[in-house]
């Protein structure tokens, strides 16, 4: 795996100290399960839309997030003060972004999608004008542009689902470096246990009145036609996307079905 990481301590004024939740509500319930423990842990400040707007910046550095699976990059505003940005593949120390509506289109650049050629690769891109990259944040995930037209961009996201993003959207021009984290190998439990996670015990060893899948003499199957939660709903292949969700009418073509489902 590539390396690329040129800088090892964070940026102390980026950072906010932020308190685990183990997985549970502000009543003290379990909401997710699993989860606990774990390395300590800085957040750090990612600019993920467009707060420097029309300002050039120099990238100071290259650094690991333990937040995220992608790199960051440090860069300077000048008289703004330094600021974080997910790191694209190919964009070196010394090198100059910039974040505006239109710009030259090269890797680590973010502007407008009405205004980025088409079978261009962007990531960090935007659902709402105004309101921040939400999706494709990924290591080594990148959308490609495939039209722009009645106001709309159609992008073709990686999970292969093609779907109408508003053209005023902000997206940046690449593809979110560290495309070797799909390859990495965990190797042993206490590496999982640093990362947050606790063990998960199989349905299939409990009893019955703790998982569907439980109860029985031996290593017996499920009995059942497929697979359910512990909560008794449909598991595994099982669409769980609200059918009225408003962003469903701009969704042109769903991901393609996975081989075995």
């Known amino acids: 795996m590539e390396r690329i990481i040129t800088k090892h301590r964070p940026e102390k004024r980026l950072l906010v100290s932020l308190a685990k939740s183990g997985g549970r509500n502000a009543t003290g319930r379990i909401t997710i399960r699993h ?52 790191a694209p593949q190919g964009v070196k120390v010394g090198d ?35 309101r921040g990259g939400t999706i494709v944040r990924g290591a080594g995930t990148g959308a490609k542009l495939m039209a722009v037209e009645s106001g709309f961009a159609l992008l073709q996201l990686p999970s292969g689902e093609i779907r109408k993003v508003s053209s005023q959207c902000f997206a940046s021009l690449g593809m979110v470096s560290n495309p070797g984290f799909k390859d990495r190998v965990i190797g042993k439990a206490g590496s999982r246990r640093r990362k947050g996670w606790r063990p998960q015990v199989r349905g299939t060893a409990m009893n019955p009145v703790d998982h569907p899948h439980g109860g ?28 009225k969700k408003w962003t469903s009418k701009l969704i042109v073509s769903r991901r393609p079905k996975k081989k075995g489902r």
Do not use: Q
């Not at 509506?101 to 205004?115: D, F």
């Open 35 to 86: 989860r606990g423990g774990g390395s300590r842990m800085l957040w750090r400040k990612v600019d993920f839309g467009e707060e420097h707007l029309g300002i050039a910046a120099k990238v100071l550095g290259v650094e690991y997030d333990p937040n995220r699976n992608a790199y960051l990059l440090l860069v300077d505003y000048g008289e703004k003060g330094k600021g974080y940005l997910i």
């Open 96 to 130: 100059t972004v910039l974040c505006a509506e239109k710009t030259e289109a090269k890797s680590g650049n973010r502007m407008k999608l009405e205004n980025i050629p088409a079978g261009t690769t962007v990531y960090n891109v935007e659902l709402e004008p105004g």
């Open 216 to 243: 029985g003499e031996g290593r017996t199957p499920r009995g059942m036609k497929y697979p359910k939660t512990p909560w008794g709903k449909p598991a595994l292949g099982v669409k769980t996307r609200n059918k």
